[in-house]
Every structure is written in structure tokens, then in C-alpha cells.
């Protein structure tokens, strides 16, 4: 990811004018596969949470148990990536067909071993006892808003450029400067936000588990660390893609981080 961008949203290849390869030309819908691929997360972290072992007795926890109410905040998360949100947006870039494999093949093992290990026992039926959990469901629901707040600017601003538009290709997306909330100081906010989010969810795992699993072995730490993997490279790539862009971008904005980078 730090020598090539993942072909699809502003790296479609069919926003590149060179792009002339059959292989680069391999696209399918953007909304569509973006829908398929994410909606798999949600669905396997639920499978896996019903069937998936939970202790000796094989029990699924109660309803009123922390395990559960994080599985509910997982279902959330992408209920509103996978359905709400890209069924609102006018028009996404077609993606490679490459993207939706691999992003499908990340969430049935990112949805299966959180599943499976919120499901496990571990979680303690107290575990939410303590004011650390909470304040840890608060980081995520910050998060989360925080992320669903600065996507609704980007919405926004393609919304803005369908209903001023004058002819030309209307499946095509428009790109402009988002303003507004973190973006007076950095291009992707909602980035960062999602960050903050599973780290809130993280910790509250970790937290109601006792620390009962180690870092390095917690699916849920593991995906954290994915995501900052994955998103950073992008988020650096695409902010000085909105320099290249546009002469009026502001220089004083940084990548993700706010001040640092």
C-alpha cells in the first residue's frame, strides 16, 4: 500500500485517463461490491457469535450480557458502512474486482475470530461493572459518530455537485475540498475517527475480559492494528492527491493526524 494505491474510490482505475490495460479495466459497480463486501463482516461476526463456542457448555451469552452489546455495536458499525451509507451516496467509483475479493476474504476472518472470541467465555458476565468499560464505549460511540459525522461532508459535497450539474457522465463521482469539524485540520478526520472507534472497542473487550488474552493474540487489537496498517498509507496518498487536485487546498492541513501528520 505504501507503492500502490488500492485501485477504487478516487484510485478507481476508471479515473485514471491511462488506464488501458484489460487487467486495470477488471471494474465492477463501486456501490455494489462496496455493499457485498461489508455486509459479509456483520454477517460472519453473527454466525460466529450463535454457533461459535461459548465456554464448556457451549452457551450463547444472554442478551443482557457485555458480549452481546458489543456484537451489537459491531452490527452497527457496518450496518451503517454496508446499507445506510452507500445507499445514500449518488454515485461511487467503480472498484476493481480485485477489491471486493480481498476485502470480502479480510471481513470473513475479521468477523469469524472476533465472533468466535466474543463468544468464547472470556468476557466475563461482570465485565462491564467497572467506569474503564464505559469509558471505553464512550471512545467508541465518539468514534463512531465522529466518522459518520465527517462522511456525511464528503456526502455532502457529491449531493452538491449531482444537483448543479449541467450534462456529463452522472454516475461519475465529484470531488471537492470538505470543509468543517476536523477538516480545518486534516483530510481524512473520518480516518482518525474510525480509529478511535475500534480502539474504544478494543479496549472495552480487553477490559470486560479481565486482559484476559494477550495483545498480540486479541482479534480485536489485531484489527485495530489492520486498520491503521491499511488506512494510513491511503490517507497520506490521498491527501497530497487533493494537493495535486486542487490549487486552492489548504496548506496548513495535515494527512490524519491533527499537527503532526
Known sequence: LLVKNAPHGRFSPNNNQSSTSWYQ????????????????????????????PAAEKREVPPLRHPSTLLAGLWVMHYFNRAVISPLRTPARSRSHITIPFAAAAF????????????????VRSD????????????????????????????????????????????????????????????????????????????LAASIASNWATPIYESPHWLFVANEVATMLPRALSGHQWYHDKFDDYPKERKAVIPFLL
Open 25 to 52: 479495466n477488471l471494474t465492477v459497480d463501486g456501490t455494489w461490491s462496496w455493499i457485498v463486501m461489508e455486509l459479509v463482516s456483520p454477517i460472519t461476526l453473527l454466525y460466529a457469535y450463535l454457533a461459535g
Open 107 to 122: 471481513n470473513i476472518f475479521n468477523g469469524g475470530l472476533n465472533g468466535f472470541w466474543l463468544s468464547f467465555g472470556v
Open 127 to 202: 465485565g462491564w461493572s467497572s467506569k474503564a468499560f464505559w469509558a471505553s464505549i464512550g471512545l467508541f460511540i465518539v468514534g463512531w459518530v465522529g466518522n459518520v459525522l465527517h462522511d456525511e461532508v464528503l456526502l455532502d459535497i457529491r449531493k452538491d455537485a449531482k444537483s448543479s450539474k449541467s450534462g456529463g457522465d452522472s454516475e461519475k463521482p465529484k470531488y471537492g475540498i470538505p470543509r468543517g469539524y476536523l477538516y480545518r485540520y486534516i483530510s481524512f478526520p473520518n480516518y482518525l475517527c474510525e480509529w478511535l472507534e475500534w480502539t474504544g472497542f478494543a
